[in-house]
Nanobody, 116 residues
Framework: QVQLVESGGGLVQAGGSLRISCAAS????????MGWYRQAPGKQRELVAR???????DYADSVKGRFTISRDNAKNMVYLQMNSLKPEDTAVYYC??????????WGQGTQVTVSS
């Protein structure tokens, strides 16, 4: 029943910044963990960043120090601020949410392309 909708993807030059958003159809208090995954052509889907209901965050080593995950409970939204973007960050980025019954939901994805 829950819907996750990503937005904010696009084309950006290397070294630039982009913020992508995930809007949930119900309160994000419903979820124990929310996160961002990405999948590049020919590669496995990988975890980029996640945030727990308690506010703890975790990042892939490849993005640590450059990306920041955050949430706005009042707006039912989760964000990924991406700075110092590299061509290897090019991928489809997916929003993910896990509820307290360990059920997982996914958004449709938003394309991020970083040019050099």
């Amino acid at each position: 029943q829950v819907q996750l909708v990503e937005s904010g993807g696009g084309l950006v030059q290397a070294g630039g910044s982009l913020r992508i958003s995930c809007a949930a159809s119900r309160s994000i208090f419903s979820f124990s963990v929310m996160g961002w995954y990405r999948q590049a052509p020919g590669k496995q889907r990988e975890l980029v960043a996640r945030i727990t209901d308690g506010g703890s965050t975790d990042y892939a080593d490849s993005v640590k120090g450059r990306f920041t995950i955050s949430r706005d409970n009042a707006k039912n939204m989760v964000y990924l601020q991406m700075n110092s973007l590299k061509p290897e960050d090019t991928a489809v980025y997916y929003c993910n949410a896990v509820d307290y019954y360990s059920r997982s939901a996914w958004g449709q994805g938003t394309q991020v392309t970083v040019s050099s």
